[in-house]
Each structure stands twice: as C-alpha cells, then as structure tokens.
C-alpha cells in the first residue's frame, strides 16, 4: 500500500529506535518507490550516523544509495522554534 502513495512522508526517522528487520522492510519499500514515487524523509540524524540508526552499515548503505540518487537534500540550520520559551 505505502509504494503506491505518489508522495510518502516519513517523519523523524531515528526518533524511535530501529530494528534491524524494520530497517530490511524500509529498505524494500523503498526499493519499490525507486525511481516511481516521491519520498521526504525528516530527521535530525546526519546520514554518516545511519549505519549506527539502522543497526546494520550495509542496509543504510543500500537505504541511502536508493535514497540520494536524483535527490535534493535541504539542510535547515539554527534553532528550533520548539526550544523557545513561551
């Protein structure tokens, strides 16, 4: 079902801790949203630290190669607005 959306948004990766079966599942999906669909993905994770995030460096490997082929990525500096004080 999720391969079908036309835009797939997956918010705060990393936020909860990742399996290594869960990591296997979204890599699949991922593999068939390739090249078909759009997917945006959040996090505050750097992408050097996946392989620690996704418990396995080969599957944020193959993740990231499906990921960052004809991508753009936006980087968004400063402070969170959640950190202000009301």
Do not use: C
Request: net charge positive.
């Amino acid at each position: 079902r999720y391969a079908r959306y036309e835009l797939l948004i997956i918010d705060e990766i990393g936020y909860l801790p990742i399996q290594r079966h869960e990591a296997d599942l979204i890599f699949q999906l991922l593999n068939m949203r390739y090249e078909t669909h759009s997917t945006i993905f959040t996090t505050n994770i750097s992408l050097s630290g996946w392989g620690e995030l996704f418990r396995s460096p080969e599957t944020a490997a193959a993740i990231l190669d499906r990921m960052v082929h004809h991508v753009k990525i936006y980087k968004i500096k400063g402070k969170s607005y959640r950190m202000k004080q009301t």
